[in-house]
């Protein structure tokens, strides 16, 4: 069974930093791209971050570029988002989700507030 | 590249609703569509457009061409009230959501 379970969220300040972590099992993690995608409270998805398989090749929306990145430990079978800079529009729950054909496994997010 | 949706749709249970999903070209791109109940994460229901993931019963059907991408839900239940967001796999953008009552 797949099975991905996000954590690192919580309130933060204006210009701090966070890492969340996605902790994956059920498949050959190493085979899949992994992705982030948020939502901000009452609104709708909004594609992050995306890292293939191998971790070499990494994509990010323009609205984090420059300010969190994706990486991946293969060999613990977890996926990671470093934000730094965060602004209060950062504020969301953060889901990661395994990619296939679409977004086929995703976790239960995890809430991240930027707030003074 | 944005993709628009309808707000809200509105069906009668046994009916079936149709949610479009509008982008330029939207036809030539592969596209997903996910299904977000209140406080739950997104479940895929259709992706490469009109192909449906094991589990998803089959009155969940896809179709796209031109500008627009339609997700059909045949003989419509109370259960299938939820957001429905599509998505071009290209760009990974996402639709800004459709809500679809059943009443």
């Known amino acids: 069974e797949v099975q991905l379970s996000e954590s690192g969220g919580g309130l933060v300040q204006p210009g701090g930093s966070l890492r969340l972590t996605c902790a994956a099992s059920?498949?050959?993690?190493?085979?899949?791209?992994m992705t982030w995608v948020r939502q901000a409270p009452g609104k709708g998805l909004e594609w992050v971050s995306s890292i293939s398989g191998s971790g070499s090749n990494t994509h990010y929306a323009d609205s984090v570029k420059g300010r969190f990145t994706i990486s991946r430990d293969n060999s613990k079978n977890t996926v990671y988002l470093q934000m730094n800079s965060l602004r209060a529009e950062d504020t969301a729950t953060y889901y990661c989700?395994?990619?296939?054909?679409?977004?086929?496994?995703w976790g239960q997010g995890t809430l991240v507030t930027v707030s003074s | 590249y944005e993709l628009t949706q309808a707000p809200s749709v509105s069906v009668s249970p046994g009916q079936t609703a149709s949610i479009t999903c509008s982008g330029d070209k939207l036809g030539n791109k592969n596209v997903c569509w996910y299904q977000q109940r209140p406080g739950q994460p997104p479940i895929l229901v259709i992706y490469q457009s009109n192909r449906r993931p094991s589990g998803i019963p089959a009155r969940f059907s896809g179709s796209n061409s031109g500008n627009t991408a339609t997700l059909t839900i045949s003989e419509t239940q109370a259960v299938d009230e939820a957001d429905y967001y599509c998505?071009?796999?290209?760009?990974?953008?996402f639709g800004g959501g459709t809500k679809l009552t059943v009443l």
């Open positions: 989700a395994k990619v296939s054909s679409g977004y086929d496994y």
């Open positions: 059920g498949f050959t993690f190493s085979y899949s791209a």
């Open positions: 998505q071009d796999t290209t760009t990974a953008v």
